[in-house]
């Protein structure tokens, strides 16, 4: 299981978060880690690495999640999905009665 680490720059004056997981959570694998400014984004992190199964999350759930910058260099981060007009009860009831006739 991931874990969130709080510690302190050398000169003592900034906060970090440290999210650190063994890779596919085994013992035998070594550790792996990502460091944030702030403890909500160390917190998202950890679960989505825990979801992944304590592997690095695949680039289209760290985009969807806002951590794009985590993606690695030459590895294509999926476009965002557009996002779809609602549907308005009227446009649907006029399509419904224009398909009855």
């Given amino acids: 299981m991931a874990s969130v680490e709080k510690w302190t720059t050398k000169d003592g004056k900034s906060t970090r978060w440290r999210v650190k997981w063994r890779e596919g959570g085994r013992r035998e694998n ?3 880690s990502h460091t944030f400014d702030y403890q909500a984004d160390a917190k998202r992190f950890k679960t989505l690495v825990d979801a ?3 592997q690095m999350p695949p680039p289209e759930q760290l985009v969807a999640h806002g951590f ?3 993606v690695p260099a030459g590895v294509a981060a999926p476009a965002p999905e557009p996002v779809q007009e609602k ?3 009227r ?5 419904w009665l224009g ?3």
């Fill in 99 to 101: 398909q009855l006739v």
């Fill in 87 to 89: 549907l308005t009860f």
């Fill in 68 to 70: 794009a910058q985590l």
């Fill in 52 to 54: 992944a199964g304590q």
């Fill in 91 to 95: 446009a649907y009831a006029e399509d």
């Fill in 30 to 32: 070594g550790f792996d």
